[in-house]
């Protein structure tokens, strides 16, 4: 993208022009013209595709003068694929290495020249991707399996590394990779396809604090077989228990 001139303004004294997407505010550049910025930590689902804002790309121009905006990405692109049942919330992705990841990191840019980025000390271990509290169905075969894009800085994970798969039924699935691996920037790798098998769909618990009356009768009723609004649960420790234990009601919590 080209800027019409004068379209930039720095409290610096640089060489030539910079820029960086996305927009961050604690976007830096230093006076030897190296910038620091924060790659997510959290980034999100998009289809067949990485989320907004999690692809951090970077311009040089060639002068003070020259406004044309060249952006190169600083990321290289990790593909899990899923397939099986039910609804993905979440897959993290950690180094087995103490690989740093994601946040702080410093990029050296030069025009004409592929970036160089260097992770911080402060910089965490795992990036994830949030597929926003519904979850996003997997496909039921490894041949339509549901696309994951995770966008990683050049890393080598000299290791391996592990993707965690949360389900949106809580049920929290582990694969992993023990060979080395090395992401390039700009690359796409794909992983082979992982079996999923998540609950469909689960409602949610509420819990009723019954007074003593609609607790013994919505006990009574099902208990008798007839079912209630609600999942009644008595306890050792309650008047009645005993009781109930007598009658053959419920079986002893021995």
């Not at 820029?19 to 830096?28: D, I």
């Not at 999690?54 to 020259?66: F, G, I, K, L, Y």
């Amino acid at each position: 993208e080209e800027v019409k001139a004068p379209g930039f303004h720095s409290g610096n004294d640089l060489s030539t022009n910079y820029a960086v997407y996305p927009y961050m505010a604690n976007t830096k550049i230093s006076s030897n013209e190296q910038i620091t910025l924060n790659l997510p930590a959290v980034q999100s689902y998009a289809e067949k595709g990485f989320g907004l804002g999690a692809n951090t790309m970077v311009a040089v121009t060639s002068c003070p003068e020259d406004y044309l905006l060249k952006f190169k990405n600083l990321c290289g692109y990790l593909i899990v694929k899923l397939y099986g049942t039910g609804s993905v919330r979440s897959i993290e992705l950690t180094g087995k290495n103490g690989e740093k990841i994601a946040g702080t990191a410093i990029v050296t840019a030069s025009y004409g020249e592929e970036p160089q980025i260097e992770m911080e000390d402060e910089a965490t271990e795992s990036i994830t991707i949030d597929c926003i509290e519904n979850g996003i169905s997997v496909g039921t075969s490894s041949s339509q399996a549901t696309e994951f894009w995770l966008c990683v800085p050049p890393t080598t994970f000299s290791k391996g590394f592990t993707i965690t798969v949360t389900g949106t039924d809580g049920q929290v699935i582990e694969k992993g990779v023990s060979s080395s691996r090395t992401i390039l920037r700009n690359m796409v790798y794909t992983l082979q396809a992982i079996e999923v098998n998540f609950s469909s769909s689960q409602e949610p618990l509420e819990m009723v604090d019954l007074g003593s009356q609609d607790y013994m009768t919505s006990l009574s009723t099902d208990l008798s077989g007839e079912g209630s609004d609600y999942d009644v649960v008595t306890i050792k420790d309650v008047p009645g228990y005993a009781s109930l234990v007598q009658k053959k009601s419920l079986e002893p919590l021995d």
